[in-house]
């Protein structure tokens, strides 16, 4: 079995070591982020709630001097994430949202190479959460078009 069919076999079945592999061996990690919040972002209608989070976090990802914000954007959406689930009832579309943009963020800062990043398993998370809460995160993207975005990051690209 070649790397990608193994990564896939293991991302599909929602293994965190794989989200550890695939993100380790994700040559550009900006790149990644880029793409992904891409799709995300373009996938929301902009009536949708999240549209402007997800903006605000593109434009967050695609200006690595702003990487450093990504700490401020993590702290803010996780406790909206707390504040949701403490409130009885949560939506499970708004937490799942807010848990992938803190993941965002922390991986944002992380390649900002602070002093005090986040715990390294943020990456693998984010990989994972791609597979676990596709149907939550964007209603119209499939696991298909996320594993689209990891896969994109092993092909090479032509000079």
């Given at each position: ?5 193994h ?16 993100f ?94 986040f ?7 984010l ?6 809460k ?26």
């Amino acid at each position: 079995m070649d790397l990608i069919a193994h990564l896939k076999r293991g991302w599909m079945d929602g293994s965190l070591e794989t989200g550890r592999e695939i993100f380790d061996l994700i040559p550009d990690k900006a790149q990644f982020l880029r793409d992904l919040i891409a799709l995300v972002a373009d996938a929301q209608a902009e009536s949708d709630e999240h549209h402007q989070l997800f903006l605000e976090t593109r434009e967050l990802v695609l200006d690595p001097a702003r990487w450093k914000e990504g700490h401020r954007l993590s702290d803010r959406v996780r406790k909206k994430a707390i504040a949701e689930e403490r409130a009885g009832n949560p939506d499970p579309q708004k937490v799942a949202v807010l848990w992938f943009v803190e993941l965002i963020g922390r991986v944002a800062y992380n390649l900002s190479h602070p002093q005090d990043p986040f715990d390294e398993d943020n990456g693998w998370y984010l990989i994972k959460s791609m597979r676990d809460k596709n149907g939550c995160i964007a209603k119209t993207l499939t696991i298909a078009d996320y594993w689209a975005v990891i896969e994109k990051q092993f092909t090479c690209k032509a000079s």
